[in-house]
């Protein structure tokens, strides 16, 4: 046992020196380093990671909402990658196939609702958003729709051709998304975020997007009926696009149920009322089914939960539980039709997209969900779960518990009477100089996140079950009476 722990000794503090010297962290305060450890993961099994200390923690985040089988079946699907890599290391999809990505697309197309039949495979899911709003713009242009802007910049363009193309309906490039979501960092998906804060410092960012109010019902009206929110929210996403110009929007890019903001779920007819609209003014309805894809929901697509019918869904994380860099973009055959013509192409393409291995992985992934009842599991412990987290709900600071499957969001608020959230001052004591450090040192990773309001988002492996649950609530209640001390003092 000794030599077990000055092994770990020895290594955390080599790991923490060239992490300091050499790692430069995602959306992470690197200053904060200075006199700080780095938190350094070496392990896991089941919902659960071991640090280079050897401390446990418990996963309630799934990584990024992402390791849906949890940590267990690494030799499983090592396994599967193997056998891949002896078989085919690589080829790309520039123009050739291999057998992975040919099942894979098939697997995925299977598994997809409705028509959603063709699979474009990228790298992640920024990199799905970014290519998903390619897509749509080629699209229409595929299908014959040009402007007249696009004929004056050629000097061979006939007269008669310019005629009609001034007759013409403007290209069309825009896209709509709500307030608070998030949908990637490249800068096409980051145009599309909406979220100030981590759109600001790239700014001027790719024209035009227009954001429009998310499905968060806690701070509207409490005497409204979930029929007048849905109205609303549907009158003004039809004003944004009227506003834009039907004819020059090509998608509508929404979650099922949104993260960003903690957890947010549609009301009763609101996806019916968004696909009426984008047929009625011919624009592509995208699904970002990153997060809710293969399980999240309960479901292999929010979609299907929600009866949404997109034309277009982007999937990533749960697509390999994250053993694997994969995501994609699944379509319909209608939007796939335009590109069917002998010389007609989608022009974009990602070097390792559909990579055969990545591919090997995301089928033996699906394989384990099938054999394991990982979405059955989702369905049947749902309501225990929120029954759990609910006894949150008697903390004085803990205003709303919100989400579905399994996939939660806490908001924290200063009045549960009249729901008064933080100031930005307050935030940054609560979520950064306390939250987060003593969420970590009770032994639990989560969110503290205050990019809306601030919520706790809680979104474990779909392996979890009670006694994950009961381990959650009792570490989110011993922190969060902490936390009401600290704000009260």
Request: proline share 5%; glycine share 8%; hydrophobic share 40%.
């Amino acid at each position: 046992m000794l030599s077990i722990m000055v092994v770990h000794q020895v290594d955390a503090l080599s790991y923490q020196r060239l992490a300091k010297e050499h790692l430069w962290m995602h959306f992470t305060r690197m200053g904060g380093f200075e006199t700080a450890d780095v938190p350094i993961i070496v392990r896991g099994d089941g919902c659960h990671l071991e640090d280079a200390n050897g401390r446990r923690y418990i996963d309630a985040l799934a990584g990024l909402f992402s390791v849906n089988i949890g940590y267990s079946f690494g030799e499983e699907i090592g396994q599967a990658a193997l056998e891949q890599m002896r078989e085919l290391p690589f080829y790309t999809n520039w123009s050739y196939a291999h057998p992975r990505a040919i099942e894979l697309a098939a697997e995925v197309a299977s598994l997809a609702p409705g028509d959603l039949n063709r699979v474009f495979f990228c790298s992640g899911g920024s990199e799905a958003v970014e290519s998903a709003w390619k897509l749509a713009r080629q699209y229409y242009a595929a299908r014959g729709e040009t402007s007249a802007r696009a004929a004056l910049a050629e000097p061979e363009t006939r007269h008669d051709e310019l005629v009609a193309s001034l007759h013409a309906p403007p290209r069309r490039y825009k896209a709509i998304a709500r307030h608070i979501a998030y949908h990637g960092t490249t800068l096409g998906a980051l145009s599309i975020n909406g979220i100030s804060a981590i759109r600001a410092p790239f700014e001027p960012l790719i024209p035009e997007v227009r954001h429009v109010s998310n499905t968060n019902r806690y701070h509207r009206p409490p005497d409204e009926t979930e029929a007048e929110f849905t109205r609303f929210l549907l009158a003004e996403l039809e004003q944004a696009i009227l506003a834009m110009g039907p004819d020059t929007v090509c998608l509508v890019h929404m979650e099922p149920v949104q993260n960003a903001g903690g957890c947010f779920t549609p009301p009763e007819g609101y996806w019916r009322g968004v696909r009426e609209l984008c047929d009625r003014y011919d624009i592509l309805l995208s699904a970002d089914e990153v997060i809710t894809a293969f399980g999240r929901l309960g479901h292999w697509f929010g979609s299907e939960k929600y009866d949404i019918r997109p034309d277009i869904v982007t999937i990533a994380k749960g697509l390999s539980s994250s053993y694997a860099a994969l995501g994609g973009v699944v379509a319909t055959e209608r939007v796939m039709e335009p590109f069917l013509g002998a010389t007609s192409m989608f022009s974009h393409g990602i070097t390792f997209g559909g990579h055969p291995v990545m591919c090997a992985i995301a089928l033996k992934n699906i394989e384990i969900m099938k054999r394991e009842r990982i979405l059955e599991q989702v369905r049947e412990n749902e309501d225990a779960f929120r029954a759990t987290l609910a006894q949150l709900l008697d903390i004085p600071i803990v205003g709303d518990l919100r989400g579905t499957g399994y996939f939660w969001a806490i908001e924290l608020v200063k009045d549960k009477d009249t729901r008064e959230t933080f100031s930005d001052d307050e935030c940054e004591k609560l979520l950064r100089g306390y939250l987060s450090d003593a969420l970590w040192d009770a032994g639990m990773i989560c969110r503290a996140d205050d990019r809306g309001d601030p919520v706790i988002q809680i979104s474990p492996p779909l392996v979890a079950g009670q006694a994950e649950f009961d381990e959650i609530t009792g570490i989110l209640g011993e922190v969060l009476a902490g936390a009401v001390q600290l704000m009260r003092a």
